[in-house]
């Protein structure tokens, strides 16, 4: 049951609060991460990772919503919390949750004319579900944005309207 | 659209926060693990699960030697195979402890693993004061390696040839064989191993390489590196003395992956999950007990995936928590393994057996 109401939650965060599904992509090699966002131009947005090259039951899940709060023409800068966990554990009655985390990123928009495609750098403390230890992970990947240029540009320049206000 | 979002957000915290919440509690369940001791015999031809032994409490100590026979497949000797105790004298070497160890091995069916023939500690004082040329040096660690291996031929499945030669930095440790023998001494014990007994496996053997990714990687570049130059090296032993705390699983998960990606075998070689090494723990709790078996449970389940030709076997460093070497070693009570100190199963042995 509560494997199912974290799935809920993921879909209703990544296809609801952006209201259409416009997503990013996101593959980060060192540590072989796949990750799918909601739009990443938007003021709120939500990243979903899955560690992949790993056996069924030990692919680790994590799911953070991260609010850009400074948004460029060619950089944006995040931070969200969020909490990473592996249903497979649920199934032999260990704890869902591996942990938490908060995470500062950086993504760049290397190409002017292809600002869909964008380098992507985090760093992200981590601390287990028992609260009692902790890391510093980092990570460094590329992203590409599912979303017309066009739309990028109405975000960014959104954006400037309300900060010239 | 901010402040939908924003109500979105509220809410589905909220529900995570009381999710996470109900797993907490799930957890301190003090039934969480019961099992029993009966028909527990680890027998199964993929899976190995070991222990490291006394062989003096082997012979005296009747509950000790009951749990050795009927729960374990596989056995390290603690301490008999090191160089101090088989080669204690120069020229001579003492063998019947551990002869002793691979009779009862031979006659209980149960494989043997060799622990360990290069080692910068635990060595007799004959080896730290020794005063020779070069050739003198590699004259006696060539023979220290055959003369072990070849007594041992066909009784030991598997030896850790060298052991705990990277430092915390990936680079080679500072130690009396680096010093005598010169860098190429790893490769050198290995090929006078392989030259002793050809169908015997050889291991690496080291600490820390579940936590620290700059050594687990060394050492799988290094060994790598070995191979292609035709060095027989089949697998690496992660010792994994951990405790309930650090390392986090996918640090464990992450080191595993590296070495089966190399196509290494993979031996958890000296596992003891510590539940008091911040001291606070004196007495431990069911509360506790179940986090142990918790994440011994979730390293099994990894270990479990890793194909076949990969998994080695899993070694248990020691019986009982009485035994353990962490009590004397870090003067420190603490409860690492899978039986109590009155050799019953603690809820980590259910959640082997399960």
Known sequence: MKQLIYITLIGFNLFNINGKAQIAVTYIPFQSIFGISSNVEKLMWVDYKIETNNFAS???????????????????????????FNPAY???????TNGYFIEFGTRIKPIAKFKNIQLMFELSPY?????????????????????????????????????AR | MCRKSFCNLLINYSVCFLTLNSGCIKKVNDAKYECNMNAAYFSHPNYFIGVAVDPFLLNSNVPYNKIVVEQFNNITAENTFKAEYLH?????????????????CASNNKRLHGHTLIWHKQLPEWIYNYKGSNNDWETLFKK??????????????????????????????????????????????????????????????????????????SVISYFNLLRKRGVKIDGIGVQMHININYPDIS????????IV?????????????????????????QE??????????????????????????????????????IRSFYNRIDYPLLFDDNYQAKPAYCALKE
């Open chain 1, 58 to 84: 030990s692919l680790d899940m994590e799911i953070s919503q991260k609010i850009n709060f400074k948004r460029k023409e060619i950089v944006n800068y995040y931070v969200g919390p969020g909490f990473s």
């Open chain 1, 90 to 96: 649920s199934f032999v009655d260990l704890p869902f």
């Open chain 1, 127 to 163: 601390i287990n579900n028992k609260l009692n230890n902790g890391y510093l992970r980092t990570r460094l990947g590329f992203s590409y944005n599912f979303i017309p240029k066009s739309k990028v540009n109405n975000e960014l320049n959104k954006e400037n309207t309300v900060n």
């Open chain 2, 88 to 104: 204690p004298i120069k020229d001579t070497f003492y063998f019947d402890n551990a002869d002793m160890l691979a009779n009862f």
């Open chain 2, 144 to 217: 220290h390696i055959q003369t072990i291996v070849s007594h041992f031929k066909g009784k030991v499945l598997s030896w850790d040839v060298v052991n705990e030669a990277f430092d915390e930095n990936g680079e080679l440790r500072e130690s009396i064989w680096l010093k005598h023998i010169g860098s190429n001494y790893i490769e050198k014990a290995f090929k006078y191993a392989a030259e002793a007994d050809k169908d015997v496996l050889l291991f690496y053997n080291d600490f820390n390489l579940e936590s620290n990714p700059k050594k687990h990687n």
């Open chain 2, 251 to 258: 640090q464990i998960k992450s080191c595993l992956n590296e």
């Open chain 2, 261 to 285: 990606k190399s196509d290494y075998k993979i031996h958890l070689s000296e596992l003891d999950i510590s539940i008091n090494a911040n001291g606070k723990n004196n007495i431990p709790t």
């Open chain 2, 288 to 325: 506790i007990l179940n986090e142990q078996a918790d994440f011994l449970k979730k390293i099994l389940l990894h270990y479990k995936q890793i194909p076949n030709a990969n998994q080695f076997g899993i070694t248990f460093w020691g019986v009982n928590d009485a035994n353990s070497w």
